[in-house]
Structure formats: C-alpha cells, structure tokens
C-alpha cells in the first residue's frame, strides 16, 4: 500500500467520522438547544430536610439571595455573580444603576427573608430567629454579603460560641 492511498484513506475515515459524530449530535437534539429558564427569585422555593449546619447554611444563602434578588429585579445567578469580589459589584451597581444603599438594602431583606424561611421549615428555631432578625437588621453592607457568602461560617462560628451548650444547639438545629 502506497503512502499517497493511506492518506487518502486517514482523510476518507476522518470526514466520515466526523459526519457521524454531527449526525449523533443533531440525533440527540442538538439542534434545538435552549437554555433552561432561570426562576423567579420571588417565588417561594421549598427548603429540603436539612440534616446538618452545612445544608442549612446553604439554603440560608440561597433563599437569601432569592430574596435580594427579587427586591432588585434581577435573577439569583446574576445577583450571586455580583456579589463574588468588589469588582463585580461595582459592575453590577453601574449596570442596574444600584447604589449602595439601595443594594444594602435588598440584601438585609433578603437576610430577613432567609431567616423566615428557615423558620418556616423547621430549620432554626424561633429563639435563635429574633436574635439573628435584629442582628440583620443592622449589618453593615459588607458583613450581610460575607453572610450571604459564607453562612456556614457564621453557622459554625456561632455553635462554637455557644461551646458546652452545643447540645442545645444540636436540639435547636436539625
């Protein structure tokens, strides 16, 4: 077999495989993709069982987002985004035109907002909710969006705060 032929042939078996795989892309859907809607972040979501400190800390940070989100007018992902370094949020209040104050806040009622949640679903108890409600209420801007960031730090820091009475906590907290 002459070298000429071979290459005719790796070419020939590189288009075919090459129109296989298109076909089995266009075969699976490919053709008609479309990105999954996101959700409002004014409707109510269902918290799941949380079974520990890190799942309530997530929801907590998820329902507060939600809640943020709604009093801005934006989506969950796009207030999430804004939110990661100083930058993005500059971006962000420049774009929605937001100030600080404004921005402030949609995030403490959004903080209320999660805190009521997590009351609702049986994951904080109301001894803990009207302490966590005022201490929200008067955050500043940058500790309610470390909240929002990292609320199982806060979580943790708060059960090792109670220290021996961590017990309690485990009967407070699911």
């Not at 290459?7 to 999954?36: D, F, K, W």
């Not at 987002?65 to 969950?76: F, K």
């Not at 929002?148 to 708060?158: G, H, L, M, Q």
Request: glycine share 8%.
């Amino acid at each position: 077999m002459n070298s000429q032929f071979r290459s005719q042939l790796l070419v020939g078996g590189a288009i075919v495989a090459a129109l296989v795989l298109v076909g089995a892309y266009l075969a699976a859907g490919g053709s008609s993709y479309t990105p999954e809607q996101t959700q409002d972040p004014c409707k109510q979501r269902e918290w799941r069982d949380p079974s520990g400190l890190q799942e309530i800390a997530q929801q907590f940070s998820l329902s507060a987002l939600d809640g943020a989100a709604c009093e801005l007018g934006v989506s969950r992902e796009t207030l999430a985004q804004a939110l990661a370094t100083e930058e993005s949020r500059e971006r962000f209040r420049e774009r929605y035109g937001i100030g600080d104050v404004e921005l402030a806040k949609a995030i403490r009622a959004g903080l209320l907002r999660a805190v009521e949640d997590a009351e609702d679903a049986g994951a904080l108890s109301p001894l803990l909710a009207g302490p966590l409600r005022a201490t929200v209420e008067d955050i500043s801007l940058d500790q309610a969006i470390e909240l929002i960031n990292d609320a199982s730090s806060a979580f943790e820091t708060f059960q090792n705060f109670l220290g021996p009475a961590g017990e309690l906590l485990e009967e407070i907290l699911p």
